[in-house]
């Protein structure tokens, strides 16, 4: 953590190609973001929908996350890169294009979950390039850039796509994405990693079928379980998964349904709300400095758990647009924290494993809390339902005083 040199990530040139690679990608993300629950709002009207859509993304990046780690750790990870951004760059144009010739959803179901595989890939790939693309004590701050730049360019993506979407629909939005994607990959061709420091003696993931990758999958779950603050990590955030994994859903159906609003506004909420995320990669690195990580992450999602018991109560766009801003602040705050104890706790030929254990775990029961958030909001309303998910957020944080999670420096305990 100390010993950090803000200016000299900016002479790296490696990191700068990185950065506006996925500046590119983020732009086409954020779009998709706002467009893809628009497009099965506009063709069924129904928020259930909307949530079967996130819950099958949800169920394909669990999946995927059994083997993404030993395919990091196995093959070129700029290759990977490469190969996902090509891959979603296919499967999103084919939605826009499906759409026009005949205004069907079916491509959706099957198109969202296969992106969110190559999504999962690159997921875990990314982490695990970004330590050989910086110095060790440089990581939280790289990891704020890379928030940041995500950040700045969504602001203008939900925008876009509710422009986009006002004119000429949201399929119009989505091939924005998909030739984001391709930009994407442009820029990852330019890309040069460091060598891979040298394996330990049978460290290398094994070869194998089926049974290999579980193999492989369990050897980052016993990495995740030996450290004390990374089982804890694991256990408390997939409490937090499921209660907020449906919420960006929850938020386009009560501003489109409650508040009657148009799609535009929906974009200019969502793209307001960014200025949470930028405001987290600004101050993470000196937050956790000063405050250490355990006051930071517990903090951070407790607060974020006020501000989605409040969302559903919100009469008015203002009070939507600043509640989801301070949910998207703490979850930025605490997932940049989280991203980057493990890249410091991890060593470098575990790393991919070991982010895809976690990321599998911890996001296995999101499908199922999209699922229940977005019935919950079509049976009981918006407002009782973001109020029990807020208050259980608070409770799950509150409760990881009782962990090594409370702790101002972990990776040196």
């Given at each position: 953590m100390g010993g950090e040199n803000p200016a000299s990530l900016w002479r790296n040139r490696g990191f700068v190609v990185f950065l506006t690679a996925q500046t590119l990608s983020s732009v086409g993300d954020s779009i998709s973001f706002v467009a893809l629950p628009l497009l099965i709002l506009h063709a069924t009207g129904s928020v259930v929908q909307m949530g079967v859509v996130?819950?099958?993304?949800?169920?394909?990046?669990?999946?995927?996350?059994?083997?993404?780690?030993?395919?990091?750790?196995?093959?070129?990870?700029?290759?990977?890169?490469?190969?996902?951004?090509?891959?979603?760059?296919?499967?999103?144009?084919?939605?826009?294009i499906v759409w026009w010739v005949s205004p069907v959803t079916w491509p959706v179901y099957v198109v969202v979950p296969l992106a969110a595989a190559f999504s999962m890939l690159f997921q875990v790939a990314y982490v695990a390039v970004v330590p050989r693309l910086v110095e060790p004590g440089q990581i939280t701050r790289a990891n704020g850039h890379l928030y940041g730049t995500y950040a700045v360019a969504s602001v203008g993506g939900p925008m876009l796509a509710g422009v986009l979407s006002g004119l000429w629909g949201p399929a119009a939005a989505i091939a924005i994405d998909a030739a984001s994607f391709a930009a994407s990959a442009a820029g990852i061709l330019l890309l040069r990693l460091r060598p891979a420091p040298e394996e330990p003696p049978g460290e290398r993931p094994e070869a194998g079928g089926r049974r290999a990758a579980?193999?492989?999958?369990?050897?980052?779950?016993?990495?995740?379980?030996?450290?004390?603050?990374?089982?804890?990590?694991?256990?408390?955030?997939?409490?937090?998964?499921?209660?907020?994994?449906?919420?960006?859903?929850?938020?386009?159906?009560?501003l489109k349904h409650d508040l009657g609003r148009s799609d535009g506004t929906v974009g200019y909420v969502l793209a307001f709300a960014t200025a949470g995320t930028l405001a987290a990669a600004v101050v993470v690195a000196p937050a956790r400095r000063h405050l250490g990580f355990g006051r930071c992450w517990i903090g951070a999602w407790a607060l974020g758990g006020v501000a989605v018991a409040g969302i559903g109560y919100a009469e008015g766009v203002p009070t939507v647009a600043a509640l989801a801003t301070l949910m998207l602040f703490c979850t930025g705050l605490a997932g940049i924290c989280s991203m980057s104890l493990r890249q410091e706790m991890t060593p470098d030929h575990l790393l991919g494993r070991v982010t895809s254990a976690f990321w599998t775990l911890h996001s296995a029961l999101g499908p199922l809390g999209a699922a229940a958030l977005t019935?919950?909001?079509?049976?009981?309303?918006?407002?009782?339902?973001?109020?029990?998910?807020?208050v259980a957020c608070v409770l799950v944080a509150v409760s990881g005083l009782l962990t090594p999670v409370r702790l101002p420096r972990p990776e040196t305990a």
């Open positions: 996130t819950a099958l993304a949800g169920a394909a990046s669990t999946v995927t996350g059994i083997f993404a780690g030993v395919v990091t750790d196995r093959v070129d990870r700029r290759t990977l890169l490469l190969v996902c951004d090509v891959a979603r760059c296919v499967l999103y144009a084919l939605i826009p579980w193999r492989e999958f369990a050897a980052g779950a016993r990495f995740l379980w030996a450290r004390p603050v990374l089982r804890s990590l694991t256990v408390l955030l997939s409490a937090l998964t499921f209660l907020t994994f449906g919420l960006p859903d929850i938020i386009v159906y009560h019935a919950g909001a079509a049976r009981f309303g918006v407002a009782p339902t973001c109020l029990v998910a807020g």
